[in-house]
Every structure is written in C-alpha cells, then in structure tokens.
C-alpha cells in the first residue's frame, strides 16, 4: 500500500511563504505524475499544480507565478510565496503511479493564510 504523507502547512499572513512537502512510501519513480489538490470549506477539491516524472509542470492560473512544484527522490513539493487568503484550503498531494488504475491522496494539511 502506497502511502503519502503531507507536511508544512500551518498559519500565515498574507504575503508570506510556506512549503509544503509530500513524503511517498515508494521511489518517486513509481509515479508518472504528482500532484497538489486542495479543497476550501464548502467548495469543490481543485488542482493546483502537477509535476511529471520528466519534470514538465502545470499551474493553476490562480497560483502561476506564486507557486513552485518540485520532485525529488521521494517527497514532491510545493513551494508556495506571496500567499492570499483566498489559498486558504486543506492541501492534498496526489500520486499517479504507473502500476495502479486509481490515484494515491494523501490524508491533506490545513493551510490558513490571515489578512
């Protein structure tokens, strides 16, 4: 069983960084696709940002310029700057490995940014 783990998230001002991290149980090799979701109270989970296992990257438009996605061994990241309450959310880390039918989540880490 494919474990995630997600870390980093917490409280933070506006304007301020954070840096989210994800722990995979497997070599990073396993997964063709990594991924950030995150989910607001009352509102639908949304993607943020993936990473392929070649390293091409996709943005959402909301977070483009503000957030970074990177992967190494075993931990995908998201470095998130210039933070905005309206990324205030529960962050998920996804997983698409080459040898399952369905996505891995991670169990999310709360991030609150204050005005």
């Known amino acids: 069983q494919v474990q995630l783990v997600e870390s980093g998230g917490g409280l933070v001002q506006a304007g301020g960084s954070l840096r989210l991290s994800c722990t995979t149980s497997r070599d990073m090799d396993s997964f063709y696709i990594m991924g950030w979701y995150r989910q607001a109270p009352g509102k639908q989970r949304d993607l943020v940002a993936t990473i392929t296992s070649s390293g091409v990257t996709t943005y959402a438009d909301s977070v483009k310029a503000r957030f970074t996605i990177l992967r190494d061994k075993n931990t995908a990241y998201l470095q998130m700057s210039s933070l905005e309450p309206d990324d205030t959310a529960v962050y998920y880390c996804?997983?698409?490995?080459?040898?399952?039918?369905?996505?891995?989540w991670g169990q999310g880490t709360q991030v609150t940014v204050s005005s």
């Open positions: 996804n997983a698409k490995a080459y040898s399952a039918s369905s996505p891995y």
